[in-house]
């Protein structure tokens, strides 16, 4: 799911990263967007698993966006993570099936499904 907001050449997503479980992994993406070429504000929330980002329509694209936050390792949206920047992350970022926290505040699973 993604929401947007538009304001004169300017968009806001709302994106989903359920793979996003602690401080490390929302500075890594938080540090990487921000020099993204069109991005102004990029904002992790990892408790919710969402990642707000603002950017120029005219210099970027919600795919683009998602693109990246996959090169760094982490599920965007419909877009997995890259295998490779995957497996550079520490192993406190990663998954719980690929040795990574089970506990929190570093749960790095999808957030479960309420019934």
């Known amino acids: ?23 490390d ?7 990487y967007l921000k020099r993204y070429d069109g991005v102004t504000s990029v904002q992790v929330n990892w408790h919710q698993k969402v990642t707000t980002v603002k950017y120029l329509t005219d ?19 419909d877009i997995p993570a890259t295998e490779d920047a995957y497996k ?13 926290p ?4 570093n749960i790095h699973a999808p957030p479960a499904v309420k019934q």
């Open 59 to 77: 210099r970027t694209n919600i795919e683009e966006i998602k693109t990246a936050i996959a090169n760094c390792g982490y599920d965007a949206d």
């Open 1 to 23: 799911m993604v929401s947007f907001a538009q304001v004169k050449g300017s968009m806001t997503a709302k994106i989903k990263t359920p793979t996003v479980g602690c401080d």
């Open 25 to 31: 992994c929302k500075n890594r993406i938080e540090t």
């Open 88 to 100: 550079r992350l520490p192993k406190t970022c990663k998954k719980p099936e690929d040795g990574g």
């Open 102 to 105: 089970t506990k929190a505040p």
